[in-house]
């Protein structure tokens, strides 16, 4: 019994050895978030892959990530379905780089109720291990005056530093006892490797004042 406990907690510790990632294309356009930014819009997912595996995962990787922000608790979420969107612009998604249409923000604003506008988007995406997500997230002010954060962000199952802060994150909030078998599972989920992605992007967000 010793010897298997012992085992046990080898195979625990080994998926957090080595070098872990951490978001670096992060842009922090304030330090801390104004205090009266307390409503978000979040605008839907803009996928710019066009294929099918993609499309299949986008629902569950926007679940991922406002569910991601919603645990971070930086500001309440409100999200703009896609179908409120195009009667508001003519397009179902739009990107952060993109020009938008005017009064767009306005209407959003006026709509929502919010002080912030965030755009989301998958730059790429690979489903088959090793799995890869790319995010392109951009917190705006509702008046279009100012970029509070922006993330632009690649994520390689196949890096050593990835897939040790995948499991990592897996091994955090899995419960106990847990097998290494078993936090390797991260590395070959795709739903739950986006949530991984997604958590740690929305820990780089800032905290309002």
């Not at 990787?61 to 922000?69: F, I, M, N, R, Y």
């Not at 390797?184 to 780089?204: D, E, H, N, V």
Request: glycine share 8%; charged share 25%; aromatic share 8%.
């Amino acid at each position: 019994m010793m010897a298997l406990t012992g085992c046990a907690s080898v195979l625990d510790a080994l998926p957090m050895a080595g070098p872990v990632h951490r978001p670096k294309n992060i842009y922090l356009g304030v330090e801390k978030l104004p205090r009266d930014v307390k409503r978000v819009a979040v605008l839907p997912l803009r996928v710019d892959t066009k294929d099918f595996a993609t499309e299949q995962a986008r629902p569950g990787l926007q679940k991922a990530l406002v569910g991601e922000l919603s645990k971070a608790n930086r500001f309440e979420l409100v999200l703009v379905k896609p179908e409120q969107l195009r009667d508001w612009s003519g397009k179902l998604a739009w990107g952060a780089e993109e020009e938008l249409p005017e009064g767009l923000l306005e209407r959003i604003r006026k709509e929502t109720g919010c002080e912030g506008v965030l755009f989301c988007q998958v730059t790429g995406y690979r489903a088959y291990p090793p799995l890869a997500i790319g995010w392109r997230l951009r917190l705006v002010d509702a008046e279009g005056l100012q970029v509070w954060w922006a993330a632009d962000e690649w994520f390689d199952a196949g890096d050593a530093a990835v897939a040790n802060a995948a499991r990592k994150h897996y091994m955090e909030r899995a419960p106990r006892p847990l097998a290494l078998a078993d936090a390797q599972q991260i590395l070959y989920s795709p739903l739950r490797f986006g949530t991984y992605t997604a958590s740690a992007l929305a820990a780089t967000c800032p905290s309002r004042q």
